[in-house]
């Protein structure tokens, strides 16, 4: 057990719906990143956060949107959702001092497995 | 840009024999850490073992150790004594300290399986 949290585990909706995806991180981790992990594209990092605020972007869609709360729990929200928005998306919590280089890993939630129809 | 290369896509070790999966890396950051996790068939991420780019040493964890070639950029993972718990993705991570803060990228990965 990682000590990241990640609900729900499984998700399956419709073409045009929107959904939220929640992270709560490790305690005492401030940086939440968001993955989304799919067949073709492997693993893409979508966007991170530290402290509550955006820190660092990847190949996330204008459809998706992110944001940390200022408990630390991220939510990552899909909208307009289409069929290749199928995909098993993590989140992954560090301590996320940028500054402290070494050994900074990431540790992973158990995924959220979205389903679009 | 920066990039990660694995070329085997996927592998077969017998059991209690040493394997070694290949990672290359590409960057321009001065500094950078390089990382392996393992995803089962279950799905969850497991972190494995860490490399800086300055380290001396190459990093060991346990069955795991990383054979690290600054000059090559490379990063292999070698597992001694293949267990059949083994059998899992293997992806190799990188993360730089200039252009990409904690942004980390991933490499393809490689589908490793222990044979009894």
């Known amino acids: 057990d990682s000590g990241v949290t990640q609900t729900p585990k499984h998700l399956i909706t419709a073409t045009g719906q929107r959904v939220t995806l929640r992270c709560s991180p490790r305690?005492?981790?401030?940086?939440v990143y968001w993955y989304q992990q799919s067949l073709d594209q492997g693993l893409q990092f979508l966007i991170q956060y530290y402290n509550g605020e955006e820190r660092a972007k990847g190949n996330i869609l204008e459809r998706f949107s992110a944001q940390q709360f200022p408990d630390l729990h991220s939510e990552l929200n899909l909208s307009s959702l289409e069929l290749g928005d199928s995909a098993l998306y993590f989140c992954?919590?560090?301590?996320?001092?940028?500054?402290?280089?070494?050994?900074?890993?990431?540790?992973f939630g158990p995924g959220t497995r979205l389903t679009v129809l | 840009a920066q990039k990660i290369t694995q070329t085997q896509p996927g592998m077969f070790v017998q059991e209690k024999e040493a394997v070694t999966l290949d990672c290359t890396y590409d960057?321009?950051?001065?500094?950078?850490?390089l990382f392996w996790y393992k995803q089962p068939s279950s799905g969850e991420m497991i972190f494995l073992i860490y490399?800086?780019?300055?380290?001396?040493q190459n990093a060991t964890e346990g069955r795991y150790s990383l054979n690290f070639q600054k000059a090559r950029k490379s990063a292999n993972l070698v597992i001694s004594a293949s267990q059949l718990g083994d059998s899992a993705m293997y992806f190799c991570a990188m993360r730089g300290a200039r252009t990409s803060y904690d942004k980390v990228i991933f490499g393809p990965g490689t589908s490793l399986s222990v044979i009894p």
């Open positions: 305690s005492g981790d401030l940086s």
């Open positions: 490399q800086g780019s300055y380290d001396q």
């Open positions: 992954a919590s560090s301590v996320g001092n940028y500054l402290a280089m070494e050994n900074n890993e990431q540790f």
């Open positions: 960057t321009s950051d001065p500094s950078y850490g």
